[in-house]
């Protein structure tokens, strides 16, 4: 099959910036991994696109843009052409050697149970500012289909445990705002959902109490105590007890009330919620994992990592950063948006019922060419 060179855009829940990685695929196996970028948004940026999820809440069609999201959408569109400029130039690439962009957006509202997820990014805009064909919009059709519209990433985590030499099952976790599962088995079969807060509280919980937007390697948790009926609370939740798994949006598990529990006491507690609510999720796979991946933002998080090993320990698993099976922890997810452009291109599918719940295997996306 025909080789695609193509540039993964990604601009996840926990709003720090734009993910960009380059990918040679076939749209099946991976023939190239290529470098990797952040560009970090300004402070000022980042606080206004928070802002735009309260903003969003009123959306009952996804093409509307109430209030200013009309302007912060064309501003995020331009960061992520000026984005995807420095990229080409500090690699030495040109635009005519990049087959394809695939870009996320940004989700501002994601109500599954809808039928409603809404991104903002203009792939129209995109495609005339970078002068490369864009696939954009690829959670639709999932939703369509009678999906939940989320993972899609687990598409590509399938093609990335094929160099594996790990006994499946194998499970890649992926921590950001959000925490998501996917579990590869023996015959590359996906099984994957959403496990419930990633970063999400934890951000704003040392924003709100210490000014500062994210706890950095765990430092704050590390000098704190588990409050039991903090974690039980948010561990009570109908996310968890529920059999029919849900993706999840960013605001539908709310950070605790700033005076119930000090910084660090805070900040440790939701670090065990994080990891406690990994492995209650898990109890919905057809079986447990041998190898965990930890993939995305949370791994740097150091209490987070201790707690996932002790609880996989009880289990016979073993936890892993994913640098420690030579892939990159930072660009896995604008790798798989770049995956998922060429899947999108060749008409393969995106999703699967053991994925998203759709019907059936469903592909989607649109291309903007420029």
Request: glycine share 10%; with cysteine.
């Amino acid at each position: 099959m025909e080789k695609l060179t193509a540039i993964g855009l990604m601009s996840g829940t926990s709003m720090d910036g734009i993910d960009i990685a380059l990918l040679r695929s076939d749209g099946v196996t991976i023939a190239e991994r290529g470098p990797f970028l952040l560009a970090p948004y300004a402070p000022d940026f980042r606080k206004r696109l928070a802002a735009s999820l309260e903003t969003a809440k009123s959306i009952e069609e996804r093409s509307q843009r109430p209030g200013d999201l009309a302007q912060i959408e064309m501003e995020l569109t331009e960061l992520h052409a000026h984005a995807v400029a420095r990229f080409l130039s500090q690699h030495d690439l040109r635009a005519d050697e990049i087959d394809l962009i695939g870009f996320h957006g940004q989700t501002i509202l994601h109500r599954p149970a809808a039928g409603l997820t809404v991104q903002l990014g203009d792939g129209l805009a995109l495609a005339e500012k970078t002068g490369v064909p864009v696939v954009y919009d690829m959670r639709a059709a999932d939703m369509v289909a009678g999906g939940e519209g989320a993972p899609l990433a687990p598409a590509y985590h399938g093609a990335l445990a094929k160099s594996l030499t790990s006994k499946p099952p194998i499970a890649f976790v992926n921590i950001g705002g959000i925490s998501n599962i996917t579990v590869v088995d023996e015959r590359g079969e996906l099984v994957a959902f959403d496990t419930g807060p990633g970063n999400t509280l934890i951000d704003q919980w040392v924003e709100t109490k210490a000014g500062i937007p994210f706890d950095q390697g765990g430092a704050i948790a590390s000098e704190g105590g588990i409050l039991r009926p903090l974690v039980d609370k948010y561990l009570a939740a109908e996310f968890f007890t529920a059999e029919k798994r849900r993706s999840l949006d960013r605001n539908d598990f709310l950070p605790p009330d700033p005076s119930s529990a000090s910084l660090a006491d805070g900040a440790r507690s939701l670090a065990r919620l994080t990891a406690e609510a990994i492995f209650l999720s898990s109890r919905h796979l057809p079986r447990r994992p041998r190898q965990w991946i930890i993939c995305g933002g949370g791994r740097r998080n150091t209490i987070i990592l201790d707690d996932l090993r002790e609880l996989a320990a009880q289990e016979g698993g073993d936890v892993c950063r994913a640098e420690e099976l030579g892939f990159d922890g930072d660009s896995m997810e604008a790798e798989a948006w770049a995956y998922l452009a060429i899947r999108s291109r060749k008409g393969l599918p995106l999703s699967w019922p053991t994925t998203t719940g759709c019907r059936e295997p469903s592909s989607g996306g649109k291309i903007a060419k420029p």
